[in-house]
């Protein structure tokens, strides 16, 4: 491995939480989903769903919305079992929590959101952040591992597909999550197409073209394509190495990244936590794909 993957592993492995050790161990193929899975269980509920700060802007016990996506985006990258108990729970928790007026999913509660969090889930309003967050990539969901039973799954398809027809350009997080639907093997032929026509429009005017612009809170090419195997990975070709040269120079003397964002609550104790549990998860993450990317 690269020094600068050498550097991030020695760091997640020392300082990170376990469940991104876990998962950093399984992209180095010296680990297993297993492992992970037990470790991701820590942050589960009764009800299906994930809180316990899994997320670490939302520091609740409580499930959501945002924190059992998140729980999911990590079975998918360790690649679990569609049948895997976990997931059939997630997967029935997802689907108590959807608005039946906007078919969405509502990313946190009110009882979430009175409990510590970042300032934006404190004043999160659902209608402001978009059509398809999480719309579409809770779709990904029912795609890969099913659900979405009693017209759901359809009349959710048939809104994504709506908003992508239109012109209003995707914002850093819709994208996202168009990014994650487009991934996911078994959609059909019209989403597919009409994923990659929306992303083949809206990605090059986000995507950072000098390292510069890969400074603050953006949208990075190895967030959209992890592997160079992916489908998306010749979407960002060109961005790739503009953002490895920016991970080497940036690259703390730890061996972590630096997160990003932050609440403006710089004597929080609360912010202090999460800030050090998204620089584990955001040096696990961008470690394991400098390495799968060979660098």
Same mark, same amino acid.
């Given at each position: ?8 592993? &020695?760091?997640?492995? %020392? ?7 876990? !998962? ?52 998918? %990258? ?16 997802? &689907? ?14 009110? !009882? ?17 952040? $978009? ?5 579409? !990539? ?9 659900? $979405? ?24 997080? !819709? ?36 390292? *510069?612009?890969? &400074? ?32 080497? &120079? ?14 403006? *609550? ?8 999460? *800030? ?20």
């Amino acid at each position: 491995m690269a020094a600068a993957v050498d550097r991030a592993v &020695a760091y997640v492995f %020392r300082h990170g939480r376990p469940v991104d050790a876990a !998962e950093l161990a399984f992209h180095l193929g010296q680990g297993t989903a297993d492992v992970v899975m037990h470790l991701l269980g820590a942050y589960r509920n009764l009800d299906g769903g994930f809180g316990h700060g899994l997320e670490p802007d939302v520091r609740s016990p409580a499930s959501s919305v945002l924190a059992t996506t998140v729980a999911l985006q990590r079975m998918v %990258r360790v690649r679990v079992d569609p049948k895997h108990p976990m997931v059939r729970t997630a997967m029935g928790f997802l &689907a108590g929590q959807m608005d039946p007026e906007t078919t969405n999913w509502p990313l946190v509660t009110a !009882e979430v959101r009175e409990s510590a969090c970042a300032p934006w889930w404190r004043g999160y309003n659902a209608s402001e952040w $978009g059509e398809l967050n999480p719309r579409a !990539e809770v779709l990904s969901y029912f795609v890969r591992f099913g659900g $979405g039973g009693g017209g759901v799954f359809d009349e959710a398809r048939r809104l994504v597909l709506s908003r992508l027809a239109k012109e209003t350009a995707l914002d850093m997080h !819709e994208l996202q999550c168009v990014a994650r639907l487009l991934r996911t093997p078994g959609i059909d032929g019209t989403v597919e197409r009409t994923c990659r026509e929306a992303l083949e429009r809206d990605l090059p005017k986000v995507l950072p073209r000098s390292a *510069e612009q890969c &400074a603050g809170y953006v949208l990075k090419p190895l967030t959209v394509a992890r592997r160079p195997n992916s489908v998306l990975a010749g979407l960002v070709e060109s961005s790739v190495e503009v953002q490895h040269g920016y991970e080497v &120079a940036t690259q703390r003397r730890d061996g972590a990244w630096d997160v990003p964002w932050n609440w403006n *609550e710089p004597d929080s104790q609360e912010w202090r936590a999460a *800030e050090r549990e998204w620089r584990s998860h955001l040096t696990m993450l961008t470690a394991s794909s400098l390495h799968a990317y060979g660098r």
